[in-house]
């Protein structure tokens, strides 16, 4: 990961804008990427009944079909 463009110049260490420039189109670049593919994750969760009755009748009925 790459500091701040300021936040080692306390150490002398400096980034030039060019550079700065670069890595934010990168950075911009990566984000667009990401929201695609986030697009195609499904967020929704499986069907699970409301309360235990109801898991005893989808139950029940399932036992019934096989016997």
Same mark, same amino acid.
């Given at each position: 990961?790459?500091?701040?463009?300021?936040?080692? &110049?306390?150490?002398?260490? $400096?980034?030039?804008?060019?550079?700065?420039?670069?890595?934010? $189109?990168? $950075?911009? !670049? !990566?984000? +667009? +990427?990401?929201?695609? *593919?986030?697009?195609?994750?499904? *967020?929704?969760?499986?069907?699970?009944?409301?309360? +235990?009755?109801?898991?005893?009748?989808? &139950? +029940?009925?399932?036992?019934?079909? *096989?016997?």
């Amino acid at each position: 990961m790459t500091p701040a463009a300021g936040a080692l &110049a306390w150490a002398g260490i $400096s980034m030039p804008p060019a550079v700065a420039a670069v890595l934010m $189109s990168g $950075s911009t !670049v !990566v984000v +667009a +990427a990401n929201a695609q *593919l986030l697009r195609r994750v499904r *967020l929704v969760p499986d069907r699970v009944p409301a309360d +235990a009755d109801q898991l005893t009748g989808a &139950a +029940a009925r399932e036992a019934d079909a *096989l016997a």
